[in-house]
């Protein structure tokens, strides 16, 4: 990555302090809102198998090290960590009985409740790593404050990439991997709507990894659809405002302006979200 930190992170927060704004930035009064598909639950799904790296320190520990060099976008630098090969980690961590094959996709899970997608194939090529220490940090500490976030470091674990390739994701403060042996059912897939799928596709890019809808996605920020969605209680022209420069609606907001997004990036996911309002699902319990 770098973190792509969060589209959508305080828009349920932000809506109590959109109420205060002037005329034309309140929701509508009476609104309804959908109730979720009871007859469509979602099905249970299962990992192949997880990591929770809180309990595996000592698989860690065992595992070789090697000093890994990156241009770190986190910190605009170059950085030297203490490593160990994923694709090891992996191997020394499956089930009896259980293979990794290079389809086989990895979701990386920070302490927040961001989620990172990766696959095994792509690990590989591009020579993804677990950072496990900063080897400047210092005799007495193994990390070093995230430049602009003094409270945060990377640790307990930081997934790291010799290549500088742009695309690759760079989740830290990793707490667990779950290993998939086929992408889990993408409920969040809006119906052919060309609008919809389109900004489906840029809600993935930039707001899953924080966000969930249907329940599935990341939990930095608040779910979008169920029970309530997002567009049935905000109004448009307001919410575009907000995603487009949240410090503009919400003091001291969290969420950055992206400015790689468009106008019509931003009106493609207000049109999905609307959509999903349509497409309510619950986790089966």
């Not at 630098?77 to 980690?89: D, F, G, K, N």
């Not at 990766?118 to 591009?126: I, L, Y």
Request: hydrophobic residues 35%.
């Amino acid at each position: 990555m770098t973190r792509p930190r969060p589209l959508w992170l305080g828009i349920f927060t932000a809506f109590a302090l959109l109420s205060a704004c002037t005329k034309g930035t309140t929701p509508d009064a009476g609104f309804t809102i959908e109730p979720p598909i009871a007859s469509s639950p979602i099905a249970p799904q299962t990992p192949l198998f997880t990591i929770r790296l809180e309990d595996r320190g000592d698989l860690v520990a065992r595992l070789p090290k090697e000093q890994t060099v990156v241009s770190d976008p986190e910190y605009k630098r170059s950085q030297t960590y203490e490593s160990v090969s994923v694709p090891a980690l992996l191997e020394a961590a499956k089930p009896a009985g259980v293979s990794v094959s290079d389809k086989v996709r990895l979701i990386f899970q920070a302490s927040d409740g961001y989620r990172s997608v990766t696959t095994v194939e792509t690990v590989k090529a591009f020579g993804g790593r677990l950072a496990v220490r900063d080897v400047n940090a210092g005799a007495d500490r193994s990390w070093r404050p995230i430049p602009g976030k003094p409270s945060m470091t990377p640790g307990p674990y930081y997934l790291v990439w010799p290549s500088t390739n742009a695309d690759l994701p760079w989740p830290y403060a990793v707490t667990t991997i779950e290993v998939w042996e086929t992408e889990p059912v993408d409920v969040t897939r809006p119906d052919d709507d060309p609008q919809a799928r389109t900004g489906h596709d840029t809600f993935r890019k930039h707001c899953a990894s924080c966000h969930s809808v249907n329940g599935a996605g990341g939990a930095v920020g608040p779910e979008l659809n169920v029970p309530a969605n997002v567009t049935e209680y905000w109004n448009p022209a307001a919410l575009k405002q907000f995603i487009r420069n949240p410090a503009s609606i919400r003091r001291n907001a969290k969420m950055p302006t992206l400015t790689d997004l468009t106008d019509a990036d931003v009106d493609a996911v207000i049109a999905y979200l609307a959509r999903m309002k349509t497409l309510k699902r619950l986790p089966a319990q």
